[in-house]
């Protein structure tokens, strides 16, 4: 179907679309939607920067964090208040902060330069793919910190320094994703896309035996088709088997009673059997914005909201009336209808 759209209406050969595992994904882009047009790729320091005494890179390894940086073409021009833009856009995106290095015809500079000789800064930067005129910006923080803060970067910078090939499409497949994710605040796992998708048939066994200490390491049967650093759609491959679905709803701490009072009609059909099924949900309005040309997905939606939420072309939302509300069993509060009163007063 994707061949077909993009051959007739853009004359565009998508040919076999690549395939990518997230892990991949996030090592060498920092995202699981990743923009291929371009290199700039993220690239591992932690055996670079070990032993060299700077605190912020050496704490970050021992607490099993990451310290990963990312190539910049003529970066090495860049003044010192490009700098700072760039170091506020990795703050902002949860980095503590942001390291430097720069190399011209002068030699080698950094905002670490007294914990690294100018061999080691060169051989960081090489490592990274920078050369002379280049520069290399470096994030430490733990996983997913890094990959959100070089993510961003990568992509401004790809745009600013017109590293982009924009008459180009490239497409890819995204698969592999992981199938459970802990949250520290409900400190319990949660699926990552949602209790129905079907893990790995190697993560079965962990899954059926509640082996908790391999639940991160869990896969699920998930893809994305991304084009041009957007999801053009995603599905999974559904869980189809009566004691795996049983057993996935334990994993997200539901108890028997719960499980029967929510999902109690499911898990007795499964009882009669299920066909293995999946499938996907198409963005249309992405393939649209692509087909296109263009970055603002609002160009190609019917009716469009606003920052505020609402649709300028229908009126919406407005005024509902009684009869409406009486329709479906809607009461207002006293308080709801004084609220609604002196809102006709101050906007008539």
């Known amino acids: ?16 679309i690549p395939r990518m595992t997230f892990q991949e994904a996030m090592d060498r882009y920092g995202s699981d939607k990743p923009d291929t047009r371009f290199g700039m790729e993220v690239k591992d320091l932690s055996h670079q920067v070990k032993g060299s005494g700077f605190k912020v890179f050496e704490d970050t390894i021992a607490r099993g964090g990451f310290v990963r940086g990312i190539p910049v073409p003529t970066g090495a021009s860049f003044s010192r208040a490009q700098l700072d833009k760039l170091t506020d856009m990795a703050k902002k995106a949860g980095a503590k902060g942001l390291v430097w290095i720069k190399w011209d015809a002068e030699g080698v500079t950094s905002s670490v330069s007294k914990f690294f000789t100018p061999e080691k800064l060169k051989e960081i930067m090489s490592t990274t793919g920078a050369k002379l005129g280049d520069a290399t910006l470096i994030v430490g923080d733990d996983f997913e910190t890094m990959c959100a803060a070089l993510h961003v970067l990568r992509l401004h910078l790809g745009k600013e320094l017109k590293q982009i090939d924009t008459k180009s499409s490239k497409f890819l497949w995204v698969t592999d994703f992981p199938l459970l994710e802990y949250s520290p605040d409900d400190k319990r796992w949660m699926a990552r896309h949602h209790p129905f998708t079907s893990p790995a048939d190697d993560a079965f066994e962990d899954l059926l035996k509640q082996n908790e200490k391999n639940y991160g390491k869990m896969l699920a049967k998930a893809y994305d ?35 029967q009072s929510k999902f109690g009609f499911f898990l007795e059909a499964f009882k ?77």
């Not at 994707?2 to 853009?10: D, G």
């Not at 957007?230 to 994993?251: D, L």
């Not at 393939?287 to 603002?296: E, P, Q, R």
């Not at 190609?300 to 005024?319: G, H, Q, R, Y």
């Open 1 to 16: 179907l994707l061949r077909t759209i993009c051959k007739e209406i853009k004359g565009i050969d998508v040919g076999s």
């Open 225 to 259: 088709l991304v084009c041009n650093g957007y999801e053009m759609g995603g599905g999974s491959i559904r869980i189809y088997r009566n004691e795996i679905q049983q057993a996935m709803f334990k994993v997200l701490g539901m108890s028997d009673e719960e499980t």
């Open 272 to 348: 009669y059997g299920a066909p293995p099924h999946g499938g996907i949900a198409w963005g249309l309005d992405r393939l649209v914005m692509l087909l296109c040309g263009t970055d603002a997905i609002r160009e190609v939606i019917a009716f469009p909201k606003t920052a505020k939420a609402s649709d300028l072309m229908s009126d919406c939302p407005s005024e509902v009336s009684r009869d409406q509300l009486v329709e479906v069993g809607v009461r207002l509060s006293p308080q709801a209808e004084k609220y609604l009163e002196d809102m006709k007063k101050s906007n008539p």
